[in-house]
């Protein structure tokens, strides 16, 4: 198949998770977080395997080891989005719901924009690492549309403005893959640093957004699952390697 077409489909994939914001309105709360945690847990040892055993290797071979630097800027620009998202969620005066609403799409609209980047950009390294990394997305992005929808409900959104605008934004990571698709090739050599900024992103988002969740838990039994998902997320990633 056409590696525009693969592409095409996975941001499209990725952009329709907006939609299980939805399943807040019919499970119950509790339901849910406990089923949820499993996958953020899995998804977290998706992100952690994506950026090390697929993004950080492929970029080493495109451009050298030095390239591995550049994932210092994909942990500064998410540390920076969600920096100034809750700055301005907590602390300016008059800073309600409704406009923690507002940054949140803008925030969400920007990180989907890179995921959509993200998976352009693996895609045109290779199949495997463009599977890989359309995996890591959509394992982390059900939570976070699930976040995002329950941040715009909150905000005062009524339930179909909410679930329209998380899908506008989520199709950001069409735009993002479609500008990437074009524009990256007139840049060459600039494929590997984009590759190691990912894996920045990557272990941005699963050490600072997914693992935290993970030590809300408490109890044997539950944390003893929690680090199977986890191992199992690497493992399922570390699998793909053996897929051509
Ligand atoms: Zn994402
Ligand atoms: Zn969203």
Same mark, same amino acid.
């Given at each position: ?9 996975? *941001? ?6 907006? #939609? ?17 945690? #499993?996958?953020?847990? #899995? ?5 952690? %395997? ?6 950080? /290797? ?9 390239? *591995? ?10 540390? +920076? =989005?969600?920096?100034? $998202? ?6 300016? /005066? %008059? ?7 507002? =940054? ?47 941040? &715009? ?11 329209? *605008?998380?899908?506008?934004?989520? $199709? =950001?990571?069409? *735009?993002?893959?479609? +500008?990437?698709?074009? !524009? ?8 590997? /640093? ?5 894996? %920045? ?10 693992? /935290? ?10 944390? !003893?699952?929690? #680090?199977?998902?986890?191992? &199992?997320? +690497? ?7 053996? +897929?051509?």
């Amino acid at each position: 198949m056409d590696t525009s077409l693969v592409i095409l489909i996975s *941001v499209l994939v990725v952009s329709l998770i907006s #939609f299980v914001g939805a399943m807040t309105l019919v499970l119950r709360k509790k339901q849910m977080e406990n089923a949820l945690i #499993f996958l953020v847990s #899995f998804s977290a040892g998706s992100c952690f %395997g994506g950026a090390f055993i697929h993004l950080f /290797p492929e970029a080493i071979e495109e451009g050298g080891a030095e390239v *591995v630097g550049f994932a210092i800027i994909g942990i500064l620009v998410f540390f +920076v =989005m969600e920096k100034f $998202l809750f700055w301005q969620h907590c602390h300016k /005066p %008059g800073c309600h719901e409704h406009t923690f609403a507002y =940054m949140n799409l803008v925030g969400d609209g920007i990180h989907n924009f890179i995921d959509g980047m993200v998976i352009a950009a693996s895609y045109l390294a290779s199949t495997q690492l463009g599977v890989a990394s359309t995996i890591a997305i959509v394992l982390h992005e059900i939570p976070q549309e699930i976040g995002d929808f329950a941040v &715009l409900i909150k905000g005062g959104f009524a339930t179909s403005k909410a679930l329209l *605008v998380n899908f506008l934004t989520a $199709l =950001m990571a069409v *735009v993002g893959a479609l +500008v990437t698709f074009f !524009v990256l090739p007139s840049f060459e050599g600039q494929l590997a /640093p984009l590759l190691a900024f990912a894996a %920045g992103g990557f272990i941005y988002i699963a050490g600072t957004d997914l693992v /935290p969740e993970l030590h809300k838990e408490v109890g044997t039994k539950k944390s !003893v699952g929690i #680090f199977i998902s986890l191992v &199992l997320g +690497v493992i399922l990633i570390w699998l793909l390697r053996f +897929v051509e």
